[in-house]
């Protein structure tokens, strides 16, 4: 049963720096009150956590401007660079199946490190990538490994907080995970002024030393040794099968995972949408995206500081949910002609409606899919982001499927998943029958 929702960060314990203490002459400092050391812990783990969930848009969008210059330089087809950022999306899918179970039987700590010292290597390798076909191969290992900080973030959230301070908490890692994707492209643009695309791998290269000895510094393991799972494969696909099985759970990750793919069809389409048909520059679709991306970050921040506790979870996700199909569905009717020619403000109008209900969506179905599943956080953590990325990448290809006049195909791949996850939302997770079963 969820716990009462009081945040569990003081019984984590806290790096001992030993500073100032049995200093010759100078009485040993007070120990912190239980207070504060919560509240620093709790900074700490979030900032933390902030940058492993960060990492991976940065892996995928700082390189984004390189494109064009790693086809120059490796003299490939556009189409064969264009498979190093599917393999890292697929390592980052297929690699949380791995890490998560991994993480229930031998704690938080041991396979993230493991996770991120690989991470390291194979993006210190992608600098010096003689060839198109060795940088594909790397940025697979970089995205399995990297799916390390995405799988573990979870469930070291769930190991640490229950009810709506999970909820809370999720709100907060997307207001930092939502930053990520909108700087990362502006970084990877700065250092392609300074150097060449292999200068991106290299800066990702630092940023990945500096989070491992971070994560080593600062990040307690926060799975009990009691608490692991002692079993192998065999064990791990039991427990997955188990979760899969759960009617409620399923019907969150499917919800969650829908709303993703929209949310995935909006990044694939939105430049070729806002710049090639309605004729915007870069720098204003660069300022669209960016308003969209602070709706998200905003109205998920509405949903954890003042929504949560005061409003049910599932009344602020079917209200989310509700919105993006109605979103949706006017992005559908405006782009098919139905009134007329709208022009590019009103059709970033319904995007940005859109992103910004992702903000009430995407916190709320990992909470309450991870408030059934404390014992197999990690497994259940790894099912919810590997749902998330394979749905989000079919999704994604489809936007363009009737060529490049029309923005239909994008309204029509969001709607379908918008009317998806409510249907999920309803038909799997029936909140209204967890209303009275908890009365």
């Known amino acids: 049963m969820p716990e009462s929702g009081v945040s569990r960060a003081q019984q984590i314990p806290t790096p001992d720096t030993g500073a100032g203490a049995g200093l010759p002459g100078r009485p040993a400092p007070l120990p912190p009150g239980p207070a504060a050391t919560a509240r620093r812990t709790g900074l700490l783990v979030t900032l933390v956590l902030g940058g492993l969930t960060a990492l991976p848009p940065l892996s995928m969008d700082m390189y984004l401007p390189a494109l064009p210059a790693v086809t120059d330089a490796l003299h490939a087809p556009a189409t064969t660079v264009q498979l190093t950022l599917t393999a890292c999306l697929t390592g980052m899918a297929l690699g949380q199946v791995v890490v998560g179970p991994m993480s229930d039987r031998w704690g938080r700590r041991r396979p993230l490190l493991l996770g991120m010292v690989v991470y390291v290597l194979a993006t210190a390798i992608c600098v010096f990538a003689p060839t198109a076909e060795l940088l594909i191969g790397f940025r697979l290992v970089q995205g399995l490994a990297g799916a390390a900080g995405i799988v573990i973030a979870r469930a070291v959230v769930r190991d640490m907080y229950d009810g709506v301070e999970m909820a809370r908490f999720f709100s907060t890692l997307m207001l930092i995970s939502g930053v990520a994707p ?34 080593w510094k600062w990040l307690p393991e926060t799975l009990p040794p009691a608490e692991r799972h002692t079993g192998g494969i065999g064990d791990a696909l039991r427990t997955m099968r188990g979760l899969l099985a759960d009617r409620v759970f399923s019907g969150y990750m499917i919800a969650g995972s829908l709303a993703f793919a929209a949310l995935f069809a909006y990044v694939a389409a939105s430049p070729f949408v806002v710049q090639e048909i309605y004729g915007a520059s870069p720098q204003t679709f660069s300022l669209l995206f960016g308003i969209n991306s602070v709706g998200l970050i905003a109205v998920g921040q509405i949903n954890g500081k003042i929504l949560v506790g005061r409003v049910s979870l599932d009344k602020a996700l079917g209200c989310g949910l509700a919105v993006i199909v109605l979103a949706a569905t006017a992005l559908l009717l405006m782009t098919s002609g139905v009134f007329g020619d709208v022009g590019l403000v009103p059709v970033a109008t319904g995007l940005f409606v859109l992103m910004s209900a992702m903000g009430l969506a995407m916190p709320n179905t990992n909470t309450q899919a991870l408030m059934r599943t404390k014992h197999a956080a990690g497994s259940a953590s790894a099912l919810l982001g590997t749902s998330q990325f394979m749905i989000g990448a079919v999704a994604s290809p489809l936007v363009g499927i009737a060529g490049e006049a029309t923005a239909v195909p994008m309204a029509v791949v969001q709607l379908v998943c918008a009317v998806g996850a409510l249907a999920c939302f309803l038909g799997l997770c029936r909140p209204w029958q967890q209303v009275a079963a908890r009365a």
Not at 189 to 211: E, S, Y
């Open 182 to 215: 909108v700087i990362a492209p502006v970084i990877g643009g700065q250092v392609l002024r300074l150097t060449d695309w292999r200068g991106i791998f290299a800066v990702l290269t630092v940023v990945g030393i500096l989070l491992t000895l971070v994560v």
